[in-house]
Structure formats: structure tokens, C-alpha cells
């Protein structure tokens, strides 16, 4: 009996040793796995940077991408306050590109490499969110960093056309950087899911703002579909904390609606926001281009070109079709089974309602003209490969519950009771969804693959090329230089002209101008300072003090869509709006004209006052002009954006009006009306007569009006209409006050 127990003792020694021998040897290959992931997983995100910035590296830095650089240059010299100077577009990028990008301009200089280099570093940022939200949405699962990491270094690998011309995800001010601050929006709210102060949704808040001021397609791409997620994960059914938790996500993104266009008035400068809608009958072309820009961002079949080849886009578009059903049925199965967390609900849909809401928007909108446009779409870049993400921790969830449940049931480890063992009907169920995770997970990796190798080895006419136009203008600046030519003016993109001092070191300044009221050259209405077409501009940008004699204005006459179609009506529009150059010089065959003045003089010289209108006033009669395209070259200054058989709408904040009044000291009517609706609140206006005040009205919107000054004496009369600055303008992406009728009434 003793031997027995001896032997049996012995026996359980040894089975002891050898289980703890297995078990030390499976520790130690777990380790070498993960050893090797992380390895996989460095090298992959080590050749991403690599790719991404050397497709970075070959965006130039056009008129566009030159905005921060501009901008930070005003805030140097004039402070804060030239924020609110700046004449901005709509998405305007104040807060969310310009004023980041500011310490890299302020410490560097006016490098021009800065401009790739900070796209670069933003669009790195915004993969490395994506990748953080995965690891949020998968903890605490043990893979959850791999996944993240993972979906980092396949992110970096987005082919060259999402990053550059058609996507816009690596440009310095793009759609792309709204991407990141939205993106970081989601992680306090995913913090706050997972048991975290709700005060950290006061974070969400702030980078919402951020991101909404300076680019309202933020409100359809992250603060509504954050609004209506917060909505639907408090209807779904959940713990009491959970629906309190989706009610303050709710309601952390009040403040972002409530500050409209301006920040709560705080950037009166900002314009305001309008959507304009499409014909109905256009909804299916714009589709149509919707989903050819998908297939380009998201491009994943290696060596062909979703550009040229419409079967590589089927091919893209049919793929990601595939991946949709199968990670819809596995978030919809698992969330039956109450499988899926609360933080991957909400994920998943925040980014369902941020893709389907900007896609429809996109089908409606008239801006949908062609692929360039589709970088309204760039979100889907990250937010697509982030949902199926989502769905790869379900398909691990049913893998080790069918094995769970298999182990219990064979007796081979942790045993459960004999009630617990799984029916017949659950095992079939189980074994249903390992099949559809595993077809995801096995979809999932070869799409991986062929996007990374797209990415890497993309088609010759999806391939980033150093673009020989920006060659071109550097030519451009140094000839201008070697003629003693600093200071000038010319159509914004085919001059480039905001980026004339980025390129060529500050030696040489070009001004944006566009054809507006009268038909005459004048200063463009957006990315500019309307200081920039003031004489005193012209010294500071100047190099060395520069006597009147020696002024020697230019214009370019290259042709573009804002202003001529062709050089020689660049030219002849340059005669009429500046009178005869005094020099012209050739560059690669296109005219430089210059002149030794200033070409836009604070107030009209005596020679354009002297070719004004009269107005007399009659006793007997009302005399009056009416505003009209054949009228107005003589009689309209600067500030007015176009002229029609109704009148001149102006266009700038100060419009100048030329008229020589004849006869004794009479009223002036100026028959006018503002822009917007007829409830529209009036706008504030003010009219000087050489510099001083003169009338102060509240013009209304709807009918036009006349309205009338004390009396004029008689003389040639430069008159200054004065508008309120926004926001009492109703919108400043349109004109603001119609002027249609100058008249005297008699009496």
C-alpha cells in the first residue's frame, strides 16, 4: 500500500513537471509571438512614415497652401488682430490650421518646405487617432494595441492621390486636418464611456468648436453625427449610468451649435456658412462621382489605377461592398447577443451617420463638379477602415467562446456544470458566427494587404510627381527680381500669387486680383488683407526704402478664370483698369506690365474723378443716374463686386462711389437695398463724402429704397459706402448692398 501510494505519488510529481514544462514552453512561445508582431508592427509603421512623406514631400505649396504662411506673417507684424482682418472663405482654417501651424512659421521663418511638412505631420496625427480609438473601443482585450498599431501603419500606406490631388488628406489646409481635430473629439467621449470624468466632454466641446469655426463641413462630418449617436446609444437598451453618460455626450455638442459661423461673435471676420443645393436631376451623377473618389481613397487593388481604369474602381468598390456586409453581420450578430460594448456601439455608429450624412450631403450639393471635389469625402479614409476594425474584436469574442464552450464540453479544462453545457442550438449559432469572423478576419487581411501594396507600389498615373508648374513660377519670380520688379499684382492661381513670398524668400510680392464691378481689375474679395492694396504696404514688403520715382508697380498678364481669358484681354483689361503701362517686359511669352505709380491708390486721382458723371440739380425736376454696366466704369471705385442692368452690388466692406455734383447745395438719394431675405435684420451703413461722415443709415433688405443726406455742395465728390462689419453683414459670401439708382430731388 505504501509502494502504491509511493508510485502514485511519483507519477503526480512528474505529470506536475511536465505540465509545468508545457505550460513554461507555451509562455515563452506566446512571447516570441508577440516579439514578432511588435517587429511586423514597427517595421510597418516605420515604412508608412516613410512613404507617406516622401508622397507629402511633392505637394507644393500652391496660393492655397501657402494660407498659414501668409497668415502667420500678418500676425507677426500686426498681432492678433489680423485674424479678424483676414478675408477668409468659408472654411477659413483660423483656428484649426492657421493658428497651430503659427509657432512652426514664427520659430522656422518663411520656409517653403513648411507647408508639406506640416501637412505631413497632421496627417500622420490623424492616423495615429484612428489607431487610439481602436485601442478605446477593443480594451481590455489583450490584442487591442496590436489593432491599433496596426491600423496606423495601414493608414500611413493611403495612395498618393488620397494624400495629394484628389483626396487632400496631406495638404497643410484641407478637410484633412478638420479630420484630426474630430477625430480627437471622440476621445474624451470614449474615455468618458469607459468610466471617466464626464468634465473631460468639456474637452470634446472645445475641439469641436475649434474644428467647426474654422471649417463648417465639420458640423456634417463630426458634430451631427456625434449629436445623433449621443442620441441613439440613449435609446438603445443599457444601464441607467450608460443613458445619463449619452445624454451629457448630447449635450456637450450644444455649445458647437449654438456658436454659429462667427464663435459665439468673437471672429466677426469669419463669413457666414450657406449650402447650396443641386439640381434633383444631378443626384445620380454626383453619386456616381462620389464613389469614383471612394475608390481612389481607398484604392486597394496593386497595380492597376482607379483613375484611368474604371474596373479597378468596380474592382475597389465591390470590396469594400464585401467587407460592409461581412462586418455588418458580425457588429449585428454580436450586438443580438449583447456581445458588443457600449463603446464600440457608439463608435460604430457615430461613424455610420458621419459617412452616410456627408455622402448624401455630397450627392445633394452644386459643389459636387468633379474629383477634386470628392475631398469633401476624405473622412472615409479614416473612418471606413476604423468601422471594419471595430468588427475584428467580435470575430476574436466568438472564436474564444466557441472554444470556451468546446474545452467545457470535451471536459479539458474548467469543466461547467452540467446545466451550463451549451445546447445543440447555441454550439450550431457559435459555429455560424466563428464562420462569418473568420470570413472577415480572411477578407479583412487580404484587403489589408492589397491597400498596403497600392499604397507602395501605385500605378504610373497614381504616382506623386514633383509638379513642374511651381518650377515654373520660381522662374517666374527670379526673372522678376533680376528686372528690380518686387511688388505687383496678378491672378491668384495662375501667378500663385500667395505664395509669391513663400517662394521666393520675400524678394518679390504678388497681390491677388479678380474682375469685379465695371469690369475693372480689383483686389479679390477672399484670402487676402485689405491691407494689402495700400500704398503703405508696399514699403514694408519692400526691401529697402523706395523713393516715389523709383515705383515701379507690375501686372501679370497671365490669363485665369477670375479675371481674362486670354493675354490680350488680360492686356487690354490692365489699359482700362490702370491706363497705358510705362514699361513691358517678356517672360517665356507672357507680358509684365509696369507702371511708376501706385496702382490702387487710396482714393481715385484727380484724371478718374474728372471722367465721373454729373449729377445737376434742377428746381423743376428730380435728376437721377441709374447704376448700370455702360455707367458705372466712370462712376464706381473700388469695393464692388458686379454690375447688372439692376444695379452694383457691393462686395467689400468700404465701396467708392465717383460723382461730380453741379449746381447749388441739394440732397443725395442713393436708391438701394441689402442683401438677404426681407426679415432679415438691417445692416448699418455709413457714407463719407472725402473722409468724413456725411449720412448714416439702416438699410433694409427686400425693396430697394432711396435714402437721402443732408445737402451736398456742389464739387467732385468721392463718396465712401461703409458697411457694418460682420456679423451684421447677412452673408459676406454675398454682396451686400445693391446700389442701383444715384438721384437729386428737386424741391
Not at 443641386?278 to 451623377?285: K, T, V
Not at 479614416?382 to 464540453?409: G, I, Q, S, Y
Not at 474548467?414 to 469572423?437: H, Y
Request: hydrophobic fraction near 45%; include cysteine; charge should be positive.
Amino acid at each position: 500500500m505504501a509502494q502504491t501510494e509511493g508510485v502514485v505519488w511519483q507519477a503526480g510529481a512528474l505529470l506536475l513537471k511536465t505540465a509545468g514544462q508545457r505550460s513554461g514552453t507555451g509562455h515563452v512561445g506566446k512571447k516570441r509571438f508577440s516579439g514578432l508582431v511588435v517587429c511586423l508592427l514597427v517595421g510597418l509603421i516605420t515604412a508608412g512614415l516613410c512613404r507617406s512623406f516622401q508622397v507629402a514631400a511633392f505637394v507644393p505649396p500652391d496660393a492655397d497652401r501657402a494660407t498659414p504662411a501668409v497668415v502667420a506673417e500678418a500676425l507677426l507684424t500686426h498681432g492678433l488682430t489680423a485674424l479678424n482682418a483676414w478675408h477668409g472663405t468659408q472654411d477659413n482654417w483660423l483656428l484649426s490650421v492657421i493658428v497651430p501651424q503659427f509657432p512652426f512659421y514664427a520659430l522656422l521663418g518663411q520656409q517653403p518646405w513648411l507647408p508639406a511638412l506640416c501637412g505631413w505631420l497632421g496627417f500622420v496625427a490623424t492616423c495615429a487617432l484612428c489607431g487610439v480609438l481602436v485601442m478605446l473601443a477593443s480594451a481590455p482585450r489583450p490584442a487591442a494595441w496590436r489593432m491599433g498599431l496596426g491600423l496606423f501603419g495601414v493608414l500611413l500606406f493611403l495612395n498618393p492621390l488620397a494624400l495629394g490631388p484628389v483626396g487632400f488628406l496631406a495638404h497643410p489646409a484641407s478637410h484633412g486636418m478638420t479630420c484630426f481635430w474630430g477625430l480627437a473629439a471622440l476621445v474624451p467621449c470614449m474615455l468618458v464611456l469607459k468610466g471617466a470624468s464626464r468634465w473631460l466632454l468639456a474637452l470634446t466641446t472645445l475641439l469641436l468648436l475649434v474644428a467647426a469655426i474654422s471649417d463648417p463641413w465639420a458640423r456634417a462630418a463630426f458634430v451631427l453625427p456625434l449629436t445623433l449617436a449621443g442620441v441613439g446609444l440613449s435609446l438603445l437598451p443599457s444601464a441607467p449610468q450608460h443613458r445619463k453618460t449619452a445624454l451629457w455626450l448630447i449635450a456637450s455638442t450644444l455649445p458647437v451649435w449654438l456658436a454659429g459661423a462667427h464663435g459665439f461673435g468673437l471672429f466677426p471676420g469669419i463669413p457666414g456658412t450657406q449650402f447650396t443645393k443641386g439640381p434633383l436631376a444631378d443626384i445620380p451623377h454626383h453619386a456616381a462621382l462620389g464613389f469614383s473618389g471612394l475608390a481612389i481613397l481607398l484604392h486597394m487593388v496593386p497595380g492597376t489605377s482607379a483613375l484611368s481604369q474604371p474596373w479597378a474602381r468596380w474592382g475597389d468598390l465591390a470590396g469594400l461592398c464585401g467587407l460592409g456586409v461581412l462586418a455588418s453581420i458580425c457588429l449585428t450578430r454580436s450586438s443580438f447577443q449583447k456581445m458588443v460594448p457600449h463603446t464600440r456601439v457608439f463608435l460604430a455608429l457615430f461613424c455610420i451617420l458621419s459617412l452616410g450624412g456627408t455622402f448624401s450631403a455630397f450627392c445633394l450639393s452644386a459643389l459636387a463638379t468633379d474629383l477634386n471635389t470628392t475631398r469633401l469625402l476624405g473622412q472615409f479614409a479614416f473612418l471606413v477602415p476604423l468601422l471594419l476594425a471595430l468588427a475584428l474584436p467580435d470575430a476574436a469574442c466568438v472564436r474564444k467562446t466557441r472554444d470556451k464552450n468546446r474545452n467545457n464540453a470535451e471536459g479539458l479544462s474548467n469543466p461547467v456544470p452540467e446545466e451550463a453545457t451549451p445546447s445543440p442550438q447555441d454550439v450550431a449559432r457559435l459555429s455560424t458566427d466563428n464562420g462569418w469572423a473568420m470570413a472577415l478576419r480572411a477578407t479583412l487581411a487580404c484587403a489589408g494587404a492589397g491597400f498596403v501594396l497600392a499604397g507602395l507600389f501605385p500605378a504610373a498615373d497614381m504616382r506623386s510627381a514633383q509638379d513642374e508648374s511651381m518650377a515654373r513660377f520660381k522662374g517666374l519670380f527670379a526673372f522678376l527680381q533680376t528686372n528690380g520688379l518686387t511688388q505687383g499684382y496678378g491672378a491668384y492661381w495662375a501667378t500663385q500669387a500667395n505664395a509669391s513670398r513663400l517662394l521666393s524668400a520675400g524678394a518679390v510680392t504678388i497681390r491677388p486680383v479678380a474682375l469685379k464691378g465695371g469690369n475693372l481689375i480689383q483686389p479679390r474679395d477672399e484670402q487676402v488683407f485689405d491691407a494689402w492694396y495700400r500704398p503703405e504696404d508696399h514699403t514694408q514688403n519692400s526691401r529697402g526704402t523706395q523713393p516715389p520715382a523709383a515705383m515701379r508697380e507690375f501686372f501679370i498678364a497671365l490669363p485665369d478664370q477670375e479675371l481674362c481669358a486670354n493675354r490680350e484681354s488680360c492686356m487690354d483689361l490692365a489699359r482700362r483698369s490702370f491706363g497705358p503701362p510705362d514699361e513691358t517686359v517678356m517672360w517665356d511669352n507672357t507680358p509684365v506690365m509696369i507702371w511708376h505709380k501706385a496702382l490702387f491708390p487710396p482714393e481715385p486721382l484727380a484724371e478718374n474723378r474728372q471722367r465721373a458723371p454729373e449729377l445737376l440739380y434742377d428746381h423743376a425736376q428730380n435728376t437721377a443716374i441709374a447704376v448700370t454696366p455702360q455707367t458705372a466704369p466712370a462712376m464706381l471705385w473700388r469695393g464692388w463686386a458686379s454690375v447688372g442692368p439692376d444695379g452694383a452690388w457691393s462686395g467689400a466692406q468700404q465701396a467708392g462711389i465717383m460723382v461730380r455734383l453741379t449746381g447749388p447745395s441739394a440732397p443725395l438719394c442713393l436708391t438701394m437695398h441689402a442683401s438677404g431675405r426681407s426679415s432679415a435684420p438691417p445692416q448699418p451703413v455709413t457714407l463719407l463724402r472725402d473722409g468724413t461722415a456725411v449720412a448714416q443709415w439702416a438699410v433694409h433688405a427686400g425693396r430697394a429704397t432711396p435714402y437721402c443726406t443732408g445737402p451736398l455742395p456742389a464739387g467732385d465728390a468721392y463718396l465712401v459706402l461703409e458697411r457694418a462689419p460682420p456679423p451684421y453683414d447677412n452673408q459676406r459670401l454675398l454682396p451686400g448692398i445693391l446700389l442701383s439708382t444715384l438721384s437729386r430731388p428737386h424741391g
